[in-house]
């Protein structure tokens, strides 16, 4: 299970400021220099749903002022205070790029059994529910990306492993 992969990282307080910023409160104390650059999955719904960090200050020892990628005013921030935070449990320090949920745009999809489904074109972020748009045998659809489809997130092959309900390419 994906969940398995990740560790608990802090939780989404409140609201910062009135372009969507959000104050996270770490579960463990980090360093000035702590580097959160790159996917978090925040817990919506109880499914972690990844989202990118378009910039972050580290204000204390358990605190960050994050801004996500695509989340633009105070009211699309609201939907997210008292959610909790996930990370890679190998995400590593030395993360040197910045992510927005655009960098998903040409990653590889494969199903379970290892089968190349296609690329990402594109994303919706529909309230509780990420969406990715695969092309697939010249026709786009859309796939729900949270933590219930993904079996595995490569980003250095740039490859996501999703259990892929069979039948969802024949609606």
């Known amino acids: 299970m994906f969940r398995d992969k990740c560790c608990e990282f802090g939780i989404l307080l409140k609201t910062h400021g009135v372009k969507g910023e959000l104050l996270l409160k770490t579960v463990f104390e980090i360093s000035e220099n ?20 378009e910039e972050y200050t ?5 605190t960050i002022i994050v801004k996500i990628a695509d989340i ?5 921030a609201l939907k997210f205070v008292d959610c909790k ?6 995400k590593k320090s030395k993360n040197k790029h910045n ?11 494969n199903n379970q059994d290892g089968i190349e489904v296609g690329k990402i074109s594109n994303f919706m972020d529909i309230p509780s529910n990420f969406l990715v748009c695969i092309n697939y045998n010249n026709k786009e ?31």
């Open 85 to 90: 935070i996930f990370i890679l449990n190998d």
């Open 34 to 53: 702590y580097n959160l650059a790159g996917a978090i999955f925040i817990e919506i719904d109880g499914l972690l749903v990844p989202f990118f960090i």
């Open 99 to 109: 992510f927005s949920n655009s960098d998903l745009i040409g990653y590889t999809v």
């Open 141 to 171: 659809i859309l796939i729900p990306f949270n933590e219930k489809l993904i079996v595995d997130f490569d980003k250095n092959k740039k490859i996501i492993i999703l259990n892929i309900e069979e039948g969802l390419f024949n609606l």
């Open 72 to 76: 633009n005013d105070k009211n699309k």
């Open 58 to 62: 580290v204000a204390s020892n358990q």
